[in-house]
Each structure stands twice: as structure tokens, then as C-alpha cells.
């Protein structure tokens, strides 16, 4: 996880390829294993539960929940078609993201004219001045396709084109129509999630998502974001 998330290079992308669904079946043959299941069950369902304090009381139903929110109580039938579509859904996460990644490191703004660099400030000139280098353009500025760097260009630049540019080329990682284009993978994983939560016994996959959270259903989300958003 620290490599695939700060160290994605060389050989690591086919590793996460390679490793994250494994690991997803390995989760899965946790959360589906019965017997497992019975005994946190026993605690949960027992007269047992009463005796404990409020922390563990908490831990073992939490516990209890996540299994059945993720298919213990499905017939062996259905856990090996949720195990599928979670596995599934491993490698669909995974090139998303490696496909995200690919398009921060292709999409680069060059500004070779000083003047373009009005408005930013020296130490933001500074670190645009190290990427290009580092880019092996020594004597440019390099704008990359980051949050990092895309930030402080959109909050300074004078050059309203080269804002728009930049602003572009982040927004539309993934959506360029190319080898990394996302639009496929995300159709997938949207029919999948909706697959997931009706065999979960859920109307959407929101309310499955929602569930163990503070606003428990969609509509309370909804709710929020339309007060806080005005």
C-alpha cells in the first residue's frame, strides 16, 4: 500500500495488478468462512453480550455488522458470486487509479516565455524550475499534472489561458479517449456496485456505502450537502 500509493514505479504497477485481487479473495474467504461467523454470532446473539462493557459491546457488534454487510449471512451459491464481484472490482480500482497515475506523469504544461510566470510567487517559480529539470528541460518551467503543483499555479497565475490549460489537463485525467481512458472502467464498476448491494439485500450501492456511517442513508447525505452548498 505505501509503495502503490508513494513509490508507483518500475514494477509496481503490475505488482498491484497482480497482488490486489489476491488480497481481496483473501478478505473474502475471512469475512464468508461460517464457522467464524457462528462464533462472533455466538457472542453477539448470546447471553454474554449483556456482561460486557460498552467498548466491547461496541467492537462485537461492529464486528458482527461488517461480516454481514459483506456476506456472511449469503448462501455458499451467493458469497461465491459476491467473492467474483469483488475481485472483479479489485482490478477495476486498481487500473483506475494506475490509469490516473499514468496521466499525471504524461501531461505536462511547459512554459518557456518568463513572462508567463507572472503573478507566481518566487518559491512556486523555484519548484517548477526543479521539475522541469528534473524532466530533463533545464532552462523551462514545468507545470505537472498534480494537485501539488496545479494548486498554487490556478491560485496565482496571472495567464488566464495557461490557467484553463492546466486546469484541463487535471480534470480530465482519465478522460482523454486514449490507452487511460477511465470511462469503460468506471461504467463496470458502477453495474458491479449496483449488482453488489442487491445481492447484499440494499436498494443502491449508497445505501450500502452509507449504512455504517454517520449520515446512515442517502438521503441524509443529500440532505446535507444541499444546506451546506448555498
Known amino acids: ?129 526543479a521539475a522541469a529539470k528534473e524532466k530533463g528541460q533545464a532552462g523551462k518551467w514545468a507545470v505537472t499534472n498534480t494537485r501539488s503543483s496545479m494548486d498554487p499555479f490556478l491560485t496565482y497565475a496571472d495567464n488566464r489561458g495557461l490557467r484553463e490549460q492546466v486546469w484541463r489537463n487535471y480534470y480530465n485525467r482519465g478522460d482523454n479517449g486514449d490507452e487511460h481512458d477511465n470511462n469503460g472502467i468506471i461504467s463496470e464498476i458502477l453495474k458491479l456496485r449496483a449488482v453488489r448491494a442487491k445481492l447484499l439485500g440494499y436498494p443502491t450501492h449508497a445505501h450500502w456505502r452509507l449504512e455504517p456511517q454517520m449520515a446512515k442513508r442517502p438521503e441524509a447525505a443529500m440532505e446535507l450537502m444541499l444546506k451546506v452548498w448555498p
Not at 87 to 106: C, G
Not at 107 to 114: A, P
Open 1 to 129: 500500500g505505501v509503495h502503490t500509493s508513494n513509490l508507483n514505479v518500475g514494477v509496481m504497477p503490475d505488482v498491484e495488478r497482480a497482488v490486489v485481487p489476491k488480497l481481496s479473495e483473501h478478505d473474502d474467504k475471512i469475512v464468508q468462512n461460517s464457522q467464524l461467523f457462528q462464533r462472533i454470532a455466538a457472542v453477539y446473539e448470546g447471553p454474554e453480550y449483556a456482561k460486557l462493557d460498552k467498548a466491547q459491546q461496541r467492537l462485537t457488534e461492529d464486528r458482527y455488522k461488517q461480516f454481514v454487510r459483506q456476506g456472511a449471512k449469503l448462501t455458499p451459491a451467493e458469497k461465491e458470486r459476491l467473492s467474483k464481484i469483488n475481485t472483479r472490482l479489485a482490478s477495476l480500482f486498481t487500473d483506475f487509479s494506475q490509469n490516473v497515475l499514468a496521466e499525471e506523469q504524461a501531461h505536462v504544461t511547459w512554459i518557456e516565455d518568463k513572462a508567463d510566470l507572472a503573478g507566481l510567487p518566487p518559491s512556486v517559480i523555484s519548484a517548477m524550475a
